[in-house]
Structures are given as C-alpha cells and as structure tokens.
C-alpha cells in the first residue's frame, strides 16, 4: 500500500540534524508529527545529533523540552533569516521541515522561504497539505518551496499526483512515506475500557483538536439511532478546542456541541474529553475503541494523524470520504460515508457493531497493514531521504554564508508603529486632520478616510500585526462605514462633523467607491468570524450604484474591491458584470483619450492616479482580460516615468495645478496619497509580470516617505507612527493628518506583504 523508490545507502554521513515546524508542548498536529519524528530518528539513528527548531505563535513561547535549540517567531521575518544562520554556524547536515501554510508567517506562509534560501545543506520538506486549487499566492510559495528542497516527502499517493501535476515537481525528487504511527500491540479493547469508566460498553472514539470542521455535530445527531439498537453503546470525543478557535470565540464551539447532546437526550452517551493527551494516554484511549469515527467536513484533507494512528493501532474505521480516508481504507480497509450524512454515520456503524467478525476481520487487516507506518520504520525511509538529499547536494556549487553586501541586501523596512493611528482615532472613527501631531476635532471625520482605515486593518491582521488594539480599531472603523451608509439611497455619505451631524445627504463618488474597496477586502481577506459578512451584506446594497458614476477614480475603486470580493465569492454574476462593466469602461476612456505622447485616461495627472492603471492591471490579472492587463501596464510604465526626477527618485505630480497635457506640470504639493498609489500599482505590476522592474519602482516610491525625495526630507516620522502632510516647495508641512498617515501604514503594509513572500527580492536582487 505504501511504496517508496528509495534505496538504501550508508548513514555514517549524517552527523546533525534539524527538524523545523511546530513543536510541543505547543498544542497543533503538527507538533505532535515533528515530536514523533524527531524521537523516532534520534533513536533509531544515535549516532546522528538531532535538535529541533520551532516556530512560536505566541510571544511568550513555549516551556520547550532540551532538545529545542533555537526558536523562530512566526510574523518576524527576520527571526528566520537568524534561524538560518544558526543552523548555517551549526554546521547542521540536514533540515527536516515540516510544511504546513497556516504555521509559518507571511503571505501564505512564505516567510519559510527566507530561512530556505540562506541555508547551506540540503532540506527535506514534509508537505502535509497540497492543495488542488491553490491560489495564486499559495501555488507560488508551494513550488518556490519545492524547488528550494532537495527532496520532498508526502504521505499519499493523491498528494504526489498534485505535486507532479499541479506544482511541476520532478517524480524522481518526491518520496512517499506514510505517516508515523506508534507500535502497539494487538489487543481487545475490552480490557483498556474498565480505566476509562466504560467497562462492558460499546466504544466509539474521535480524537484530536476540536473546531467546526471536524463535522461532530453529525456524529452526535448519529448517537440516537445507534444508541437505539445498542443500548450500552458510548461516544467519546476526546481532545482540547483548538487554540486558535479558542483565542477567537473562546470555548463556544465545545458549549455548542454540549448543549447539541443534551438536546438531543444522549447525555449519558457521550463523553467530552477536554483536554490535550500525550502520545502513552492516547494510545490507551485507542485501544479501548470498538469504532473509530472521522466525522471530517473538509473533502480536501490529504493527510489526517488521528486516521493513520487510528487505523495502524488495528481499529474498524468509519469516516467520511476526505482525500487521505479515500486512499487509505480504499478496498474494504474501512467504511466510508457521505459528508454530513448523521443516518449514514449510525447505519454503517451499527452495522460494524452487529457484525463482529467483520469488525474484527476489518481491524486485523488494518493492524497488520500498519506494521509498514509505525516510526521505526518511518525513521529508516526519512533517513534514506536526508542521505539522498545529501548525495544530491554534492553535485552544486558550495553556497557562501548568508552573508550579503550592501547592493545586495534590501533596505529594511521601517518597525510597526501605530501610535497616531489610535491617536487619530475616538469611539466614532478616525479624525481627517491633525494640527502637527494633535487631533483636529474642528475638521470631524470622513468616510474616505475611515474606508482606508478599515483597509488598513486588514492587512495589519494578514501581516500578524492584528492584535487586540486592530481587532477594537477595525470595529470602529466598520461601524464608521456602517453608520455613512443611506440604506434609501444605497449610498456613502462623506463628512461628519464633531457633533455627529451629517454634513451632506450624499457623499462624494469617490469616497463610495472607496468605501466598496474596503468592504470588499473585508469579504476577500479578513479572517475574523464576523468582518466578512457584515461587510458582504453592505457591499451588496452599496454596488448597484455605483454603475451611476462618472469618476474614473471611483471605478478603479470599486474595481478594486471587487477584484478582493470575488476572491472569496468568486461565483457572484452581479459583481463580476460590474467588474466587466467598469474594466470596458477605463479602457474605452483610455483608447478616446491616449495619444502615443500622453498615453493616459485624462488629459490630466491630478490625484490618486496610478490607482486608475493598477484596477485594471488587477481585473487583468484575476479575471483573464488581456485588454486591461495590456493597457494598465503600458499606462502603468508611462507614469513612472513622469514621475522620476532625474535624480532617479520618486517625484509625485504636485497639488498645486497637477499636471495637463501640453503644460508645465505642478512640482509642488507632493502629496503622500501619491507615493501610496504608486507603491500599490507597482506591486500590482510586479505580481502580474514577475519583472522585478516594478519591485524596484515600488521601492523607489516607497522611499519618498524615508527622505529620498526632492527635499531629501522624511515624511515618517518614526517617533509618533505618524506622516507628514505633504512636500512643500521648501518645507515639510509637519501636520500629520489621516490621508497622509495611512497613506504610509499602507504602503508599509503592502511592502511587507509581499516582502514577506521573498520569492520577489530574490529576483529583484
């Protein structure tokens, strides 16, 4: 069932080795996996020094055990690049990582790919998931991983299918190895029960980490009916809440599923146990199990640990058909059952329950296939792995130390800071101006900028920056929007004033649009329960208006925030016609204004522009229009450079006339919102083109906020979090008002984003 085309070769070459992911006693399966492995190839192989390197999601750590050398923290970028030059100083032989999206920090998890690419030996990468559908974000991190590993291991056939198919992974670099299971005995369930308090009961048992997709709702709706025809029959459901579920919502899906029971009259029929077991207790409680039961929701699972430990301690399993239950009780090796299907969950159970010789035939043959899984075994065919990694290596050229010269290291990017970001900020939403570093109270507040300010958040959260004070700020900022929306009109309005007075019936085109952009990034990108749908609801009432506008602006708006809506909702015909309607058109605007002197939209530069191309560089991309995709980039390129001084720095188009065709352009105000757009397009650019042109365009606008500009003056102002107003004729103007403040926080946030990635400074460098 489980092959490998590994050959064995001698292992007194491998002298040290690190393993990398998770690790306990941080509760995560993934933690348990890089445990076991790390035991199993420490004592199987004890001449070899082994030593482990995890990843804390908290700042606080973990009271690791002594073999945790060194530790990486999971939003810190640069935590990985000192973890690679500790095992680069380490003189370490092999890295064994485990690779899972949600564990590691950055886009998609793309942080790993920093430590990767500084490192000297050879790594072996465990992928315990593989995706069939990725995003674009996730196929890139996938196959940079990939190819930064001499070799990778996956533990189903499924997952090196998508691997070879999918990702483009040479066969001859993919090994199949089975998840680890402990070796345990055969034994009759009946006499691990008694501890247990289910003595002379009929067993059925789910483990692991509970949270929503793990379906035990219809499990328990199956209790009932067998229940009926087995009287003494009893369901335990053992493992703590996910830490991460319970961060977020506390204990309320464990509440919920309590209450389901007591509802449903089989309180007495089913045991919770709360609580994290280690691995000697959890093998106790499979060996009192009858049945074993994987009532899982996700069909795209391609590894599960609790059904390799289940089925290899020789238990009859019923589960539903997710990839990895599939290919493993394929054949008759166990039952499988429809997704949340409760009467089909009670029939083929109680049919395993009424049936004992199959049972017992069933547990056997699953028992006996099991002897190819336990971790002995898996630590022989790993080691082989590393020794084939290691081979390998000895064919390439001898990588320095991650040692770099300044034209080869990227400037780093400023530390978080968002101090005037709470400073501008009261329990109505965010203040437009600020006279030098005080609120301005007189000025009240906007939807424009409280639409950014939402944004903003988003990303703050997508970077791990999303604590407490981001999760209370984003509220605001939402009720902000919610409180401007006319639900008559359907839609924004713009200006309120101290005293919480609406200034005007309806706000301006542009600040609906805005609002749609942040709204849409809510749906598309917040990972809070309660963000995407509210802001679902509301765009959906706000969209429709927007086919009434004329604003060229307010079209890339809004066409930004569909490209973020239909990322999660991709399959909304209402939102993917306006998508088409205002991607026709910019592009009908721009083919009856451009000339090939002034290739543009308007016969003006005026504000916020570079918005204008990177829409429909956006809607290009996503959405498959060669059109807009062509047009936007040209544009695109047209403006940077209008907007390069001859310096070569970034000089955006000032506010003081801006720029028409045929006359002398304004040089001053230079607005922040500016560098912000142009960071935004070039990025945008970059991710379309892979062209590593852009990266450097972006970094050049970014850099105007850090001094690199016509006054060679920074706009940051790194002891308040805040930014200047503008770049004046001879001057900064110091107000740090919100446009221009969270016309940097994004400009950060969207450079790190996609720093995070690495993939893109490689190539830029």
């Known amino acids: 069932m489980i092959r490998t085309g590994l050959t064995i070769m001698p292992d007194s070459k491998i002298r040290k080795i690190a393993f990398v992911g998770d690790y306990l006693p941080r509760k995560c399966g993934i933690a348990t996996f890089t445990h076991d492995m790390y035991a199993s190839v420490a004592g199987r192989f004890p001449d070899a020094e082994c030593f482990v390197v995890p990843v804390n999601d908290r700042p606080e750590g973990y009271d690791y055990p002594p073999e945790v050398r060194f530790e990486i923290e999971e939003q810190d970028l640069e935590s990985y690049r000192r973890a690679a030059d500790f095992l680069n100083f380490a003189n370490t032989d092999v890295v064994c990582l485990q690779h899972e999206y949600g564990i590691y920090g950055g886009v998609a998890g793309s942080h790993i790919l920093g430590l990767l690419r500084d490192l000297r030996m050879p790594v072996v990468t465990t992928f315990h998931t593989v995706l069939r559908e990725?995003?674009?974000?996730?196929?890139?991190?996938?196959?940079?991983?990939?190819?930064?590993?001499?070799?990778?291991?996956?533990?189903?056939?499924?997952?090196?299918?998508?691997?070879?198919?999918?990702?483009?992974?040479?066969?001859?670099?993919?090994?199949?190895?089975?998840?680890?299971?402990?070796?345990?005995?055969?034994?009759?369930?009946?006499?691990?029960?008694?501890?247990?308090?289910?003595?002379?009961?009929?067993?059925?048992?789910?483990?692991?980490?509970?949270?929503?997709?793990?379906?035990?709702?219809?499990?328990?709706?199956?209790?009932?009916?067998?229940?009926?025809?087995?009287?003494?029959?009893?369901?335990?459901?053992?493992?703590?809440?996910?830490?991460?579920?319970?961060?977020?919502?506390?204990?309320?899906?464990?509440?919920?599923?309590?209450?389901?029971?007591?509802?449903?009259?089989?309180?007495?029929?089913?045991?919770?146990?709360?609580?994290?077991?280690?691995?000697?207790?959890?093998?106790?409680?499979?060996?009192?199990?009858?049945?074993?039961?994987?009532?899982?929701?996700?069909?795209?699972?391609?590894?599960?640990?609790?059904?390799?430990?289940?089925?290899?301690?020789?238990?009859?399993?019923?589960?539903?058909?997710?990839?990895?239950?599939?290919?493993?009780?394929?054949?008759?090796?166990?039952?499988?059952?429809?997704?949340?299907?409760?009467?089909?969950?009670?029939?083929?159970?109680?049919?395993?329950?009424?049936?004992?010789?199959?049972?017992?035939?069933?547990?056997?043959?699953?028992?006996?296939?099991?002897?190819?899984?336990?971790?002995?075994?898996?630590?022989?065919?790993?080691?082989?792995?590393?020794?084939?990694?290691?081979?390998?290596?000895?064919?390439?050229?001898?990588?320095?130390?991650?040692?770099?010269?300044?034209?080869?290291?990227?400037?780093?990017?400023?530390?978080?800071?968002?101090?005037?970001?709470?400073?501008?900020?009261?329990?109505?939403?965010?203040?437009?101006?600020?006279?030098?570093?005080?609120?301005?109270?007189?000025?009240?507040?906007?939807?424009?900028?409280?639409?950014?300010?939402?944004?903003?958040?988003?990303?703050?959260?997508?970077?791990?920056?999303?604590?407490?004070?981001?999760?209370?700020?984003?509220?605001?900022?939402?009720?902000?929007?919610?409180?401007?929306?006319?639900?008559?009109?359907?839609?924004?309005?713009?200006?309120?004033?101290?005293?919480?007075?609406?200034?005007?019936?309806?706000?301006?085109?542009?600040?609906?649009?805005?609002?749609?952009?942040?709204?849409?990034?809510?749906?598309?990108?917040?990972?809070?329960?309660?963000?995407?749908?509210?802001?679902?609801?509301h765009f959906e009432l706000a969209l429709p208006a927007i086919q009434e506008t004329t604003s060229p602006r307010t079209w890339a708006f809004a066409l930004l925030g569909i490209r973020e809506y239909l990322r999660r909702l991709g399959g909304d015909r209402l939102s993917a016609q306006a998508r088409d309607t205002l991607t026709a058109r910019l592009i009908d605007l721009y083919e009856r204004t451009a000339t090939p002197d002034w290739p543009w939209f308007e016969e003006v530069l005026s504000y916020d522009v570079a918005r204008l191309p990177q829409a429909l560089i956006a809607t290009g991309r996503d959405g498959g229009n060669a059109r807009a995709l062509e047009v936007g980039l040209h544009a695109l390129g047209w403006l940077v450079t209008v907007q390069r001084a001859p310096q070569e720095h970034f000089r955006a188009i000032g506010c003081n006339g801006f720029y028409r065709k045929g006359h002398k352009r304004a040089r001053f105000d230079q607005q922040p919102i500016e560098a912000n757009a142009t960071v935004s397009a070039c990025l945008e650019a970059y991710r379309a083109t892979q062209d590593p042109a852009w990266m450097n365009e972006a970094r050049s606008a970014f850099e105007w906020f850090l001094g690199r500009n016509d006054l060679g003056q920074d706009l940051y102002d790194p002891g308040t979090g805040g930014c200047c107003d503008g770049l004046q004729e001879d001057r900064v103007n110091r107000n740090q008002g919100a446009e221009s403040t969270l016309a940097f926080l994004l400009s950060l946030a969207e450079m790190s984003l996609l720093e995070s990635s690495v993939a893109a400074f490689r190539q830029a460098r």
């Open 134 to 537: 990725p995003d674009v974000d996730q196929r890139r991190v996938l196959k940079e991983l990939a190819a930064l590993s001499a070799r990778v291991v996956v533990m189903t056939e499924r997952a090196r299918t998508f691997l070879r198919g999918i990702y483009g992974v040479p066969e001859a670099k993919i090994d199949l190895i089975a998840h680890g299971i402990p070796d345990t005995p055969f034994v009759d369930p009946d006499l691990y029960k008694d501890q247990f308090g289910v003595g002379g009961r009929l067993v059925a048992l789910t483990f692991g980490l509970l949270s929503p997709n793990k379906g035990i709702e219809h499990m328990l709706r199956a209790v009932p009916e067998v229940h009926e025809s087995f009287p003494d029959f009893v369901y335990i459901v053992l493992g703590a809440t996910h830490p991460g579920l319970v961060r977020e919502q506390g204990e309320r899906y464990r509440l919920s599923l309590e209450r389901l029971a007591r509802d449903l009259g089989i309180s007495k029929q089913v045991i919770f146990y709360n609580r994290f077991v280690e691995l000697k207790e959890l093998t106790e409680f499979i060996r009192a199990a009858d049945v074993y039961v994987t009532p899982y929701l996700n069909p795209a699972q391609i590894t599960s640990g609790t059904l390799a430990y289940s089925f290899g301690c020789g238990k009859a399993i019923v589960s539903t058909p997710y990839w990895h239950a599939e290919e493993l009780l394929a054949d008759g090796r166990g039952v499988l059952v429809p997704f949340a299907d409760s009467g089909a969950l009670a029939r083929e159970i109680c049919g395993l329950l009424r049936d004992e010789p199959r049972r017992n035939a069933m547990c056997e043959q699953a028992y006996r296939l099991g002897r190819g899984m336990v971790w002995a075994h898996s630590a022989r065919l790993y080691m082989e792995s590393f020794q084939q990694a290691r081979l390998g290596r000895q064919d390439q050229p001898f990588k320095p130390l991650a040692v770099r010269t300044l034209a080869e290291q990227q400037a780093e990017l400023p530390d978080w800071r968002l101090d005037h970001l709470a400073r501008l900020t009261d329990a109505t939403g965010m203040f437009q101006h600020a006279t030098h570093t005080i609120p301005n109270f007189a000025e009240g507040y906007c939807t424009d900028d409280n639409a950014r300010a939402l944004l903003l958040t988003v990303l703050l959260e997508e970077l791990g920056q999303g604590g407490t004070q981001v999760h209370r700020l984003a509220t605001t900022y939402a009720a902000f929007l919610q409180a401007a929306f006319d639900r008559g009109r359907r839609r924004f309005r713009n200006f309120l004033d101290f005293d919480r007075r609406w200034l005007e019936e309806v706000g301006s085109e542009d600040c609906h649009g805005r609002a749609l952009w942040a709204l849409g990034t809510c749906v598309g990108r917040s990972r809070r329960p309660d963000l995407p749908s509210w802001a679902a609801s």
